[in-house]
């Protein structure tokens, strides 16, 4: 797929980030209306009932300052990753949050683990390797806009702050890394720039050796040459005798 397809607008660069935000309020406005807890259906690493977390962690939250923290920037990145990366941004939402969940799973302490924070973090560094890797202007220039509005994320995949799923943010950190790597030539990448032959290489043979070229003077003299050389060659003569004139007469 050429920039110019690449770039083009649809519907789901606004549809589908749209979407999973909506989704995700409304699931936790359904624990306040109704009184659920849906804590439970979170991440519990090691643990085979915790093994569900896997595929609902990220639908859930705890209140709703952690709803709103994650909203905002996950509706930017889902742009930006539908737009730049569409041929390949829904393989990296669904297969990136499975994987988040699963090495969260794995790492992870021995506590509920929930909230859509590493798929933040998932895009945010599929977004910003991406650029890097493919080092396409457009694509590198995101890159440093995402880094701007959201580098001060990566402090938090480090356990400096009690209550927070470092772990998951690191688990998306990394997976988002590895598919920024896996994907690298899909979409949008560099062109290698070709250069136009000129007449100046013209002057020079498969192995780089000077050939003169050729003057049209040159060829028009030759052309002389041999027409004057030709012309002689075809000249006959006939000779008509005096005698054999009066007899005629």
């Known amino acids: ?9 649809n519907n789901n660069i606004v549809a589908i980030p749209f979407v999973f935000v909506f989704l995700i309020w409304f699931i936790y406005w359904i624990e306040i209306k109704f009184g659920f807890n849906f804590n439970k259906f979170g991440i519990l690493p090691r643990t085979f009932s915790g093994f569900k977390g896997v595929l609902f ?4 939250h705890s209140d709703t300052k952690h709803l709103f923290n994650n909203s905002v920037p996950l509706f930017v990145l889902l742009m930006s990753l539908f737009y730049f990366y569409k041929d390949v941004a ?28 590493g798929i933040v973090y998932l895009l945010f560094s599929f977004i910003f390797f991406s650029g890097i890797i493919r080092k ?33 943010h690191l688990s998306g ?3 988002g890394v590895v598919f920024a790597i896996v994907y690298r ?3 949008i990448i560099k062109e290698k720039y070709v250069f136009s032959k000129s007449a100046f290489d013209d002057m020079f043979d498969e192995e780089g050796n000077y050939v003169p070229p050729v003057l049209e003077e040159e060829n028009r003299i030759e052309d002389v040459e041999e027409n004057k ?14 005698a054999s004139s009066n007899e005629e007469e």
Not at 92 to 110: K, M, N, S
Not at 233 to 242: A, G, T
């Open 1 to 9: 797929m050429n920039e110019k397809e690449s770039l083009q607008y």
């Open 57 to 60: 962690t990220h639908f859930i």
């Open 90 to 117: 829904l393989k990296v939402l669904v297969f990136g949050a499975l994987f988040t969940g699963l090495l969260t799973w794995v790492i992870g302490r021995e506590s509920y683990h929930i909230g859509a924070s």
């Open 136 to 168: 396409h202007y457009r694509l590198v220039a995101m890159s440093l806009i995402t880094i701007f509005l959201y580098g001060s994320m990566i402090w938090y995949v480090f356990p400096i702050k009690e209550g927070i799923s470092w772990e998951g």
């Open 173 to 175: 950190l990394l997976i």
């Open 185 to 187: 030539k899909r979409g």
């Open 229 to 242: 050389t030709v012309g002689i060659n075809e000249i006959s003569y006939r000779y008509i005798y005096k």
